[in-house]
Antibody, heavy 119, light 106 residues
Framework: EVQLVESGGGLVKPGGSLRLSCAASGFSFSNAWMSWVRQAPGKGLEWIGRIKSKTDGGTTHYAAPVKGRFTISRDDSKNTLHLEMNSLNTEDTAVYYC??????????WGQGTLVTVSS | DIQLTQSPSFLSASVGDRVTITCRASQDIYIYLAWYQQKPGKAPKLLIYAASTLQSGVPSRFSGSGAGTEFTLTISSLQPEDFATYYCQQLNSDLTFGPGTKVDIK
């Protein structure tokens, strides 16, 4: 069974940083493209970025609102995905979901972790 | 950037009703469209990809159609567990979602 479990969310002040993690199991993590999708309270879904498998180059791609501030990385030895978030602002307040990405759609999702940016 | 719109934004229906949700893209996205269902407090669930391919395990009362710029998600006979918000997502360039359609109980 595919499982994705996010952690690391919490309350952070504007301008601060936070690192989210996603522990994966039940599939070949090293061969998977992985993405992060977020959802602000009461709002819709927003894709924020992906990391390809190392066999596909391991490259990252970010959406415009987070480019230069967020970094996605992976540790295939630990089946873990990370999202490093810097220069956070109130508009980054959201539930952050870790997802597997297959042919550019999202087939498995974690339960999400809430990030609140507030002074 | 490719923009997606959904109609209606809100839909009130009864168990057993046939429900259709439309998603329109601002430019041709061929069949590169997926549909998701999200219930309150839960992660989204993939229902359909490539416009009309049913994800494994999804009931056959869900179906998708369309190509180019206009797509539809149809629920042939609404069940109590189908009351949720539905999102379309385009796969053709920077991945974007539609604004959602909430299906509520009449």
């Amino acid at each position: 069974e595919v499982q994705l479990v996010e952690s690391g969310g919490g309350l952070v002040k504007p301008g601060g940083s936070l690192r989210l993690s996603c522990a994966a199991s039940g599939f070949s993590f090293s061969n998977a493209w992985m993405s992060w999708v977020r959802q602000a309270p009461g709002k819709g879904l927003e894709w924020i970025g992906r990391i390809k498998s190392k066999t596909d180059g391991g490259t990252t791609h970010y959406a415009a609102p987070v480019k230069g501030r967020f970094t996605i990385s992976r540790d295939d030895s630990k089946n873990t995905l990370h999202l490093e978030m810097n220069s956070l602002n109130t508009e980054d307040t959201a539930v952050y979901y870790c997802t597997t990405e297959h042919d550019y759609y999202f087939d498995y999702w974690g339960q999400g972790t809430l990030v609140t940016v507030s002074s | 950037d490719i923009q997606l719109t959904q109609s209606p934004s809100f839909l009130s229906a009864s168990v057993g009703d046939r429900v259709t949700i439309t998603c329109r893209a601002s430019q041709d996205i061929y069949i590169y469209l997926a549909w998701y269902q999200q219930k309150p407090g839960k992660a989204p669930k993939l229902l359909i990809y490539a416009a009309s391919t049913l994800q494994s395990g999804v009931p056959s009362r869900f179906s998708g159609s369309g190509a180019g710029t206009e797509f539809t998600l149809t629920i042939s006979s609404l069940q109590p567990e189908d009351f949720a918000t539905y999102y379309c997502q385009q796969l053709n360039s920077d991945l974007t979602f539609g604004p959602g359609t909430k299906v509520d109980i009449k």
